[in-house]
């Protein structure tokens, strides 16, 4: 396989529905499908305000991300379908200069936005953190699934290959395409995006648009907090 076969291969992967033994289940069954699911952002994340909606490929709203639209290192707050604080995405150089990574917190059961803010400072409330090498082009992080009924909890690491810059990403549960890991995410250009469903997107298309298609029976709130936490340490390099 040539060097150009490969960089496309590892992208471009096959999103089919998880087996029962590798569903991933991290903010409950509410965010995770039985349908492919393809979340609706834009390359230059549009802010309205202080309010960033992210829509499905239908132009329902299932996230709003909310945070200071003039420092983009300010901790993100991302409320879920319910209208409520879910969780909350910081840089953890708030603690540690020299670590760039994103700490991921629960907030669910919280109503307030300052409050929600504020819960970096519990460390109970950590979910998991997502880190990059050099450059941001691999991302990793170990999160907690319950997603296999009748078993307990299990540790699943995540490997990404996201790179902002040319609006690819694919992600994979237990390995990544090399070692036969299991994909669970990936981006789509517009074009893509309906070649896959088989119809017009009710959600507009251009150069600005992508979207991260997630696999039925992954966690659609997970993927979008590990996209964030990638954009987020992106712009850490520029």
């Not at 509410?30 to 202080?50: E, R, V």
């Not at 109970?124 to 090498?133: E, R």
């Not at 078993?151 to 790179?163: A, L, S």
Request: hydrophobic fraction near 35%; proline fraction near 3%; charged fraction near 30%.
């Amino acid at each position: 396989m040539t060097k150009e076969e490969e960089d496309a291969h590892k992208y471009d992967v096959d999103l089919q529905p998880l087996a029962e033994d590798k569903r991933l289940i991290v903010f409950g069954d509410d965010y995770t499908s039985d349908q492919p699911m393809a979340l609706h952002l834009k390359t230059k994340w549009s802010w309205s305000g202080d309010t960033m909606s992210v829509k499905d490929q239908l132009g329902e709203t299932w996230f709003s991300v909310r945070g200071d639209a003039w420092s983009l290192s300010d901790t993100k707050v991302v409320y879920g379908k319910d209208n409520k604080p879910l969780f909350v995405i910081a840089d953890k150089t708030w603690w540690n200069i020299l670590d760039d990574a994103q700490a991921v917190f629960d907030c669910r059961g919280m109503e307030d936005l300052k409050e929600a803010r504020n819960v970096k400072k519990d460390k109970t409330k950590f979910m998991f953190s997502v880190a990059s090498n050099l450059g941001n082009t691999k991302q990793t992080t170990t999160v907690k699934n319950s997603g296999v009924k009748g078993e307990m909890d299990e540790m699943v690491d995540i490997v990404g290959k996201c790179t902002f810059f040319e609006q690819k990403c694919a992600m994979w549960r237990d390995g990544d395409y090399k070692s036969r890991g299991t994909p669970i995410a990936k981006f789509m250009s517009p074009v893509e995006m309906q070649n896959f469903f088989g119809f017009k997107s009710a959600s507009g298309s251009g150069t600005q648009d992508f979207y991260l298609t997630v696999a039925p029976g992954a966690d659609i709130a997970f993927c979008l907090a590990f996209v964030i936490a990638i954009r987020e340490m992106n712009e850490s390099y520029t």
